[in-house]
C-alpha cells in the first residue's frame, strides 16, 4: 500500500518530537518565518525535513565572553 503521508508527521507527532505541546507548536506555526505546515482538509501535518531544516535555522552561536578590563 501507498502511504503518501510517510515523510510527514501530524500535529501530536510533530510536538512530542520537539518536547512542546500542541498549542505551542500551533503558535509557532502561525508566526512568520515560523514552521511550515500542509493543510490536509481539517488536519495539519509537517514535512519532516522541513521541521528538521526550521530547527537548523534556529541556531544561533553564543557571543564570546568578554574579558573584564584590568584595573
Do not use: C
Request: net charge positive.
Amino acid at each position: 500500500m501507498l502511504n503518501l503521508l510517510e515523510d510527514y508527521a501530524d500535529r501530536e507527532q510533530a510536538a512530542r518530537a520537539l518536547n512542546i505541546t500542541t498549542r505551542t507548536l500551533d503558535r509557532w506555526t502561525d508566526v512568520p518565518g515560523g514552521i511550515p505546515s500542509t493543510r490536509i482538509g481539517h488536519r495539519v501535518y509537517f514535512r519532516k525535513g522541513a521541521l528538521q531544516t526550521w530547527i537548523m535555522a534556529q541556531e544561533r552561536q553564543l557571543p564570546t565572553p568578554r574579558r573584564s578590563a584590568a584595573r
